[in-house]
């Protein structure tokens, strides 16, 4: 039997192939449920059309059709919205793996959606602790997010975190 060699361990292609078809299996069965969910809101919009009844699916559908750029755009904002929510989560795990260097992090209001910007009180600032921070941004840069949603860190000051708006605590020692 032939394995598959990942980080030094030997995992043998069957066990593998399984857990991918596990894998595959519930994702299916995610997505079936969501066509499940779909096609009932449509059998109900369907139905209730008829009577002048408007549903979310049809309100959605007209005004799709009355103004499609317009409503893309809401579309994209949401989506945006999203993405930022998952990089948000993803910065948090972050920076609670590194939370012995950390005294403080947060997300920052700094009153522009164009990028998300992070704020981070390092309990002792100097450069080999901001270099271990600022790896997540060098790793961040390799992918295709980095161009859609930018992301920046800037280290703060004990004494000035008072003075900076912050949307959300990431991480706080007391």
Not at 57 to 78: A, C, E, G
Request: hydrophobic share 40%.
């Amino acid at each position: 039997m032939s394995a598959i060699e990942n980080n030094g361990n030997n995992i043998p292609k069957d066990q593998v192939a399984s857990n991918v078809d596990e894998t595959t299996h519930y994702i299916l069965k995610a997505l079936e449920s969501q066509v499940n969910v779909l096609k009932n809101e449509i059998d109900v919009s369907q139905s209730m059309l008829p009577l002048g009844v408007e549903t979310d699916l049809t309100s959605f559908i007209k005004k799709t059709v009355q103004n499609p750029l317009s409503h893309l755009l809401v579309m994209r904002n949401d989506l945006d919205s999203k993405i930022g929510s998952f990089i948000t989560l993803a910065v948090k795990k972050f920076f609670e793996t590194h939370a012995d260097k950390i005294q403080k992090a947060f997300r920052t209001d700094t009153g522009l959606n164009t990028e998300l910007h992070y704020s981070i009180v390092l309990n002792e600032d100097n450069s080999e602790n901001r270099k271990i921070i600022l790896s997540f941004l060098r790793d961040y840069k390799g992918t295709s997010l980095w161009e859609t949603v930018p992301v920046c860190f800037q280290f703060v000051p004990a004494h000035l975190v008072g003075k900076i708006n912050s949307k959300e605590i990431l991480l706080e020692h007391s």
